[in-house]
């Protein structure tokens, strides 16, 4: 882990392999180490960098909100100083969030994107004020608090039913986060902006994928999504549902390969 003190926060975050750069953006609320697997598998070709968002893994909050705006700058903070102008910009969830306010901020610095089980519109009423009851139970009682009705929601039945190990991994992940980060996050959440309009402009190389059984951006709005990014490549992840990276890496990670060998065409080795 390497730290970073910028813009009145400390991030945390890892750099594995070389090549052209991929950052990957963890969804709410969770951290960093979401990303093992595609880490693994993206490492002997590029320069993966993943970061823990503010307010979450081992990254400091400063302040509330912490507002999607505000977690694309500190990515940008980051990228300068690992001196890197441009990179491919992976977001899963609220990740993908501020992978599309990145986005929108610096266009010139996004040379191709990834929206994963992820929508481009903003809350409704009713999802404003669950944000904000669920931000007041985090302070009042913990995460003990959120963890239960958070997870079926984040994973399939079959991963609740049968893989243990990976519902214990994201239960110790949303545990280990802050109350006061989980709080600031669902607050920024809330007050995000509607990017729906800005999808038409995207004209850089976009990959959107969703898992099958996602209830929480369903698979109806990945399609969405992708008729308004022109050009734009959707896959979704079978038996899979939120966190459609860590409970079907395999698919997941052929599925990002696929697209960005696209991007980034390899060189032939000489005969």
Aim: net charge negative; with cysteine.
């Amino acid at each position: 882990m390497t730290a970073l003190r910028t813009r009145g926060i400390e991030i945390a975050f890892d750099e594995a392999g070389h090549g052209n750069p991929v950052v990957l953006l963890h969804g709410f609320p969770l951290n960093r180490s979401m990303w093992s697997e595609q880490v693994e598998a993206l490492r002997t070709n590029y320069r993966v960098i993943t970061p823990d968002l503010r307010g979450h893994g081992e990254t400091t909050v400063a302040h509330e909100p912490a507002t999607m705006e505000e977690s694309a700058l500190d990515v940008a903070a980051l990228l300068d100083e690992l001196k890197i102008e441009s990179a491919s910009v992976a977001g899963l969830s609220m990740g993908g969030y501020v992978a599309l306010a990145f986005c929108h901020l610096y266009p010139h610095r996004v040379s191709s994107l990834i929206l994963a089980d992820t929508h481009a519109g903003t809350d409704s009423d009713d999802a404003r004020r669950g944000r904000e009851e669920s931000a007041q139970r985090a302070l009042r009682e913990g995460m003990d608090a959120i963890t239960e009705t958070m997870i079926p929601k984040l994973l399939s039945p079959e991963t609740l039913a049968r893989k243990s190990e990976i519902v214990a991994r994201v239960r110790e992940m949303i545990n280990g986060t802050r109350p006061e980060g989980a709080a600031a996050a669902l607050r920024g959440m809330a007050v995000r902006r509607d990017q729906t309009s800005f999808l038409s402009e995207i004209s850089i190389p976009t990959l959107i994928l969703v898992g099958s059984d996602d209830s929480l951006t369903p698979p109806k709005e990945a399609a969405l999504m992708h008729r308004a990014i022109r050009d734009s490549r959707m896959v979704t992840i079978e038996r899979a549902s939120h966190l459609s990276n860590v409970e079907q890496p395999e698919a997941f990670n052929r599925a990002l390969l696929d697209f960005l060998a696209a991007v980034y065409p390899q060189p032939r080795t000489p005969r």
